[in-house]
């Protein structure tokens, strides 16, 4: 069947012949996959910075961000049925026994770094016709929510950003409402860093869950995704015409961050503008670069003297793939053609090389697989 690959010692991101999965334990499920979405750590793995073949292969089938359709059941599957649409969890546990995070099903938070990905780390991914997983790691989505779906996965990052950033925030507890609706607006300003699909669906959920929020971004941000922005009530700051002072003064003080983009320095220069019992939550993955200077004595004073929070967020659980299909449909209703304005192109999977080498532009691109 066709699949995507990369062969990192080759240098070489083509499409191949790739062997058809079968089930090999009861408790397997085959799809087909239907979408798969590309996001920047896609572009990583085809420019060779990033991501590893599994053992035994000198090629990595890619892609993470899957929408599929069950096709097939082991005779133990009990979630999930023929018909069904799902999307897959991207992180299995480590093997070593005293990693609690994964033995406990929490391989989001492994220890020992031995975690594999779907298609990132030694293990092949979704973009490719057919695949078969555990029951487990399979999310159901419901049917009305087939086109935009394949933004699940991108939004599970949010999702759990949040979770974290409402734990922290219960030491404060006019900032984290009891019943919904409840909480004052001390506490309830944040900032999204970056206007790209993470950005944008992070923005949605804090939009959701009760913030004012300014999204600030840099990249100069096409006129589609300053419409979205305004869609769902956000204000949409240029980092071109407005300096960190002048975001800080429009978006009062900061009490949230939520930072989608990998560029460290921006980040530290925000990190600077934090106000009183701040929580900043760090998303994105830079690449190594040199070394810059920032000044860590009015850092460290203000995190003190201000009670601030820097927490770094990675990869999703199960539960956090249930809130972001939950969100999905929240923000369907709400925002119907901003939510669907998010995604910008489909293409086959005979020029997925397009939107990977970042010539494609937008949103989220798509590679539309079956239908
Ligand atoms: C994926 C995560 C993954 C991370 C690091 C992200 O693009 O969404 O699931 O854990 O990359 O590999
Ligand atoms: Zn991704």
Same mark, same amino acid.
């Given at each position: 069947?066709?699949a995507?690959?990369?062969?990192?010692?080759?240098?070489?991101a083509?499409?191949?012949?790739?062997?058809?999965?079968?089930?090999?334990?009861?408790t397997e499920?085959?799809?087909r996959?239907?979408?798969?979405?590309?996001?920047?750590?896609d572009?990583?793995?085809?420019?060779?910075?990033?991501?590893?073949?599994?053992?035994?292969f000198?090629?990595?089938?890619?892609?993470h961000?899957?929408?599929?359709?069950?096709?097939?059941?082991?005779?133990?599957?009990? %979630?999930?049925?023929t018909?069904?649409?799902?999307?897959?969890?991207? %992180?299995?546990?480590?093997?070593h026994p005293?990693?609690?995070?994964?033995?406990?099903g929490r391989?989001?938070f492994?220890?020992t770094?031995?975690?594999?990905e779907?298609g990132i780390?030694?293990?092949?991914?979704?973009?490719?016709?057919?695949?078969?997983?555990?029951?487990?790691?399979?999310?159901?989505?419901?049917?009305?929510l087939?086109?935009?779906?394949?933004?699940?996965e991108?939004?599970?990052?949010?999702?759990?950003?949040?979770?974290?950033l409402?734990?922290?925030?219960?030491?404060?507890?006019?900032a984290?409402p009891?019943e919904p609706?409840?909480?004052?607006?001390?506490?309830?300003?944040?900032?999204?860093?970056?206007?790209?699909?993470?950005?944008?669906?992070?923005?949605?959920?804090?939009?959701?869950?009760?913030y004012?929020?300014a999204?600030?971004?840099r990249s100069p941000?096409?006129?589609?995704?300053n419409d979205?922005?305004?869609?769902?009530?956000a204000?949409?700051?240029?980092?071109e015409?407005?300096?960190?002072?002048?975001?800080?003064?429009?978006?009062?003080?900061?009490?949230?961050v939520?930072?989608?983009?990998?560029?460290?320095?921006?980040?530290?220069?925000?990190?600077?503008?934090?106000?009183?019992?701040?929580?900043?939550?760090?998303?994105g993955?830079?690449?190594?670069?040199?070394?810059?200077s920032v000044?860590t004595?009015?850092?460290?004073?203000?995190m003190?003297l201000?009670?601030?929070?820097?927490?770094?967020?990675?990869?999703?659980?199960?539960?956090?793939?249930?809130?972001?299909?939950?969100?999905?449909?929240?923000f369907?209703?709400?925002?119907?053609?901003a939510?669907?304005s998010?995604?910008?192109?489909?293409?086959?999977?005979?020029?997925?090389?397009e939107?990977?080498?970042?010539?494609?532009g937008?949103?989220?691109n798509?590679?539309?697989?079956?239908?």
């Amino acid at each position: 069947m066709k699949a995507f690959a990369v062969f990192p010692a080759k240098h070489q991101a083509r499409l191949i012949d790739h062997p058809e999965p079968k089930l090999t334990s009861p408790t397997e499920a085959k799809m087909r996959v239907l979408e798969v979405g590309v996001c920047g750590t896609d572009r990583e793995i085809v420019s060779f910075q990033y991501g590893d073949p599994p053992e035994g292969f000198d090629y990595l089938v890619i892609g993470h961000e899957s929408l599929s359709e069950v096709i097939e059941v082991g005779h133990q599957v009990s %979630r999930v049925q023929t018909g069904d649409l799902v999307v897959i969890t991207v %992180r299995r546990p480590c093997a070593h026994p005293e990693c609690i995070a994964c033995r406990e099903g929490r391989q989001d938070f492994c220890y020992t770094g031995d975690y594999t990905e779907r298609g990132i780390k030694s293990r092949h991914g979704f973009m490719t016709e057919l695949v078969v997983e555990e029951e487990r790691y399979l999310n159901v989505v419901p049917r009305a929510l087939r086109d935009i779906a394949v933004l699940v996965e991108p939004l599970t990052i949010a999702e759990k950003s949040l979770e974290q950033l409402a734990q922290i925030q219960q030491r404060l507890p006019w900032a984290t409402p009891v019943e919904p609706g409840q909480f004052s607006t001390a506490g309830r300003r944040a900032v999204v860093l970056g206007a790209g699909p993470v950005g944008l669906l992070g923005a949605m959920a804090l939009r959701v869950s009760g913030y004012d929020v300014a999204v600030y971004s840099r990249s100069p941000g096409g006129a589609e995704n300053n419409d979205i922005v305004a869609a769902i009530g956000a204000k949409y700051i240029a980092a071109e015409t407005h300096s960190i002072e002048q975001l800080a003064s429009i978006a009062g003080p900061i009490d949230v961050v939520y930072e989608a983009t990998g560029a460290s320095g921006f980040a530290f220069e925000v990190v600077q503008h934090l106000g009183p019992n701040a929580v900043f939550i760090f998303t994105g993955v830079p690449g190594h670069k040199a070394p810059i200077s920032v000044d860590t004595d009015r850092i460290m004073r203000d995190m003190v003297l201000n009670n601030q929070a820097i927490v770094g967020s990675v990869n999703a659980p199960p539960h956090c793939f249930q809130a972001a299909i939950n969100h999905l449909g929240v923000f369907l209703s709400r925002w119907p053609t901003a939510v669907r304005s998010l995604i910008t192109k489909r293409f086959p999977i005979e020029q997925a090389m397009e939107p990977l080498s970042s010539g494609a532009g937008g949103v989220k691109n798509v590679i539309a697989i079956a239908s």
